[in-house]
Each structure stands twice: as C-alpha cells, then as structure tokens.
C-alpha cells in the first residue's frame, strides 16, 4: 500500500509539468547583465523541484480530479501522503530560497500562499473564472519573472531590461494557454461546483480569447526588443512558434466542427508544444546571451 501512495504521490506533483514553467526562469536568467551562478542554480532548484510540484501535488490532494488532469490522462487517487509530501517540498524550497536572499524566499512564501487559496476549500478561488484567472496571470508570469530577476542580479534594478514588461510578456504568454488547459473538464468542474474562465467562455470563446492574449503578449515582446535594437530576437520568436500556432488553428477549426475535439488529448499535444518550442526559444536567448 505504502508503493501505491509512494506511486500516486510522484505522479500527482508532475515533475514534468513544473518543466513546462522554466522558460520563465530562463528569460529572467538570460536578461541578467551578470547572474549569480550559485544563486542561478538554488533559483532554479527552488523553483522546478520544490516549489512548483508542491503546488501542483497540494491543488490535486483537494480537487481529487477522477478525469485527466495536466499531462495526466488517469490519476491515481490522492492520499494524505500527497498532502504532507506538498507541505515539506514547500517549506524546504523556502528554508533552500534563504540561501539566495530573505526577499527571494519572502516571494516563495507569497507564490506557495496564492497557489493553496486556488485550491483550498476554505477560499477556493478556482471557483471564480476571472480571479483565478488573474492569479495564475499574475503570479505564474510577472510575479515569478521579477522573483527570478530580482534574485539573480542580486537585487539590483534592471536598467537595461525593463523587468515589468519582460514580466508581462510571460503573463501572456502563460495567460493564453490559461483556458485551454480547462476546456476539457466543463463537466467535472461542474460538478465540483467551480467555475473556470473556459466554461464561463465557451470552448470558441477559450480560442479567440488565447489567440487575443498571445497577440498582446506577442507585440510587447516585439515592442521589447525593438526598443533595445535587438529584432532578430523576435524574428526568432516568429520562427520558433510558427508550428504552434499552426497547430492552434487547425484545432480551433476541428473543435468548431466537432467540440469533442476539446479533448484532453489535444490540450496536451498543445501543452507540450508550446512548452518544447518556448524552452527552445527562451533557451537559444540564453545561449546567445
């Protein structure tokens, strides 16, 4: 029994999916004129391996989601063991976050506090479509963009950077996937009694308003390294997402003519693309820089 919850338990934090929040990290570390590279490596470690899969394991120990979740097409039930495993990941990535800075770990505690009140039962604000929206808007993007910048350049302000729109541009980014990462559960969140910013849309409305969201996020970014001189960084952009947003249409198409094409199947090849191709991008800027 202990191996099933062991099992379980591993499943439920999605190391995987803590990978697909990286590009972030690496747009912050690449921005830095010169990063810290212990600080870069303790960021990094605090981030991907404690703090992101403690949020993930302590939001699937209170939905105890029965369908498929993110990058999980059959979850394991959820033990009490999910639950006390997601407390010690957070609290070690705060203790490991002190090892950078007292602000870094104070912006630890903040992210780990908004992301139990997504889930928790007591605030829950998974049920209402545009605040939880704006958390996860907020804080998976700009939020963690400066805790990430502001922690490598060892708090010193980013003058060649304009840290806030840099942040913003990860809000859009991360923001346009938001919906569509909901737009297979209408029925299960129903029955939980949330309601999401997809069913709250419409699975056409997820698309247009995904496709709006990563237009904004895209002219800021163009705007950002236009007026640092640097356009070729964007033309790389256009290259890089040129297949996601290939694939973003042809199954916005399919799901106007059939909607059980908003499946979990499809969010997730979308999930993993998107994710591949903002890794490659964001990677190859670090890499040049």
């Known amino acids: 029994m202990a191996e099933l919850h062991i099992g ?10 803590s990978l697909l929040l990286l590009p972030v990290y690496l747009f912050a570390l690449g921005e830095v004129p010169s990063p810290n590279t ?24 209170f939905d105890k989601d029965e369908g498929s979740i ?10 009490s063991s999910l639950y006390y495993t997601s407390i010690m990941l957070e609290w070690a990535g705060v203790l490991l976050a002190l090892l950078v800075s007292l602000h870094f770990a104070v912006c630890v ?18 049920k209402y479509p545009m605040l939880s929206f704006l958390i996860v808007f907020l804080f998976q993007g700009a939020f963690i963009y400066y805790s990430c910048y502001h922690a490598l350049s060892m708090g010193e302000a ?23 990462t909901q737009i297979y ?8 009694g949330d309601r999401t910013l997809s069913m709250l849309l419409g699975v056409r409305g997820s698309f247009i308003f995904s496709a709006m969201l990563f237009l904004a996020g895209s002219c800021l970014l163009y705007y950002y390294w236009n007026t640092r001189d640097e356009r070729a960084n964007f033309n790389l952009y256009l290259i890089c997402f040129t297949p996601v947003i290939g694939y973003f249409l042809f199954w916005f198409i ?4 059939d909607p059980a094409q908003a499946s979990f199947g499809r969010t997730t090849v979308l999930t993993l693309l998107s994710g591949l191709f903002m890794l490659i991008y964001f990677g190859s800027l670090l890499f040049l820089h």
Not at 41 to 55: E, G, K, R
Not at 70 to 79: G, Q, T, W, Y
Not at 185 to 192: G, I, L, M, N
């Open 254 to 257: 399919r799901c106007m003519k």
């Open 8 to 17: 379980s338990t591993l499943a439920h934090l999605r190391l995987p999916f």
């Open 109 to 126: 505690i903040i992210y780990n506090s908004f992301s139990k009140a997504y889930s928790h039962p007591s605030i829950r604000i998974k």
């Open 38 to 61: 212990f600080h870069a490596l303790v960021v990094f470690i605090v981030l991907h391996l404690f703090i992101y899969p403690a949020s993930n394991g302590f939001n699937s120990y």
């Open 158 to 180: 980013g003058q060649e950077a304009p840290v806030w729109m840099a942040g913003l541009v990860c809000s859009c980014l991360i923001g346009a996937s938001y919906p569509l």
């Open 70 to 79: 993110a990058l999980l097409k059959h979850p394991p039930k959820v033990s």
């Open 185 to 192: 559960q209408h029925e299960e969140d129903a029955r939980r």
